[in-house]
């Protein structure tokens, strides 16, 4: 279903010892996941926000890494219609809580525990994310790990909510 958006023009942007890359003409990204509380989760519910999708796992160092960087990114966008959303992949709840409690990941968790739309998504390294703008269009796909808090990649995801649709 999403292999699509990895298909599409994309355009490289530095990005620490990960890539970012500018997708064109991405389809709305949709899914729905169980969060650590049982509830179902959908990104319907987040629609308005540029939403940044992480896909991570406790063992996956470079994810933990990533995690400081995110923290001050929301920060840094406190005042601009944006979230985080962190998808584990492929872990037990017990395992995803104690990692969540240890690292102060304060914003939505959801589970994908069996990597299903991981894979669905055509995402084959730990770290990747999916920056949606606020209509759920995918916008950026970051692969490996991030320096989130970036002058240039805040500005960026922030003029996201100023220009959804432009490419």
């Not at 994309?10 to 729905?32: C, D, I, N, V």
């Not at 896909?55 to 400081?68: K, M």
């Not at 601009?80 to 709840?93: H, K, M, S």
């Not at 990941?105 to 589970?111: A, D, K, Q, R, S």
């Amino acid at each position: 279903m999403f292999f699509v958006i990895l298909s599409l023009l994309w355009y490289p942007l530095t990005a620490g010892s990960g890539e970012l890359l500018r997708l064109a003409g991405a389809p709305q990204y949709e899914f729905t996941l169980q969060d650590l509380q049982g509830r179902q989760r959908s990104l319907e519910e987040f629609r308005g926000k540029v939403v940044l999708v992480n896909f991570w796992a406790s063992w996956c160092r470079p994810c933990i890494e990533e995690l400081p960087g995110i923290r001050r990114l929301i920060e840094a966008l406190a005042d601009v219609p944006f979230t985080v959303i962190g998808v584990n992949v492929g872990e037990a709840e017990r395992r995803v809580q104690a990692t969540v409690e240890r690292f102060d990941m304060e914003f939505p968790i959801l589970l994908d525990k069996d990597s299903t739309l991981f894979e669905s998504s055509g995402a084959t390294v730990l770290p990747t994310a999916f920056v949606l703008d606020v209509t759920g269009r995918v916008r950026y796909l970051g692969r490996g790990p991030v320096e989130w808090d970036r002058a240039d990649i805040i500005e960026l995801l922030a003029q996201l909510v100023q220009q959804p649709l432009q490419d």
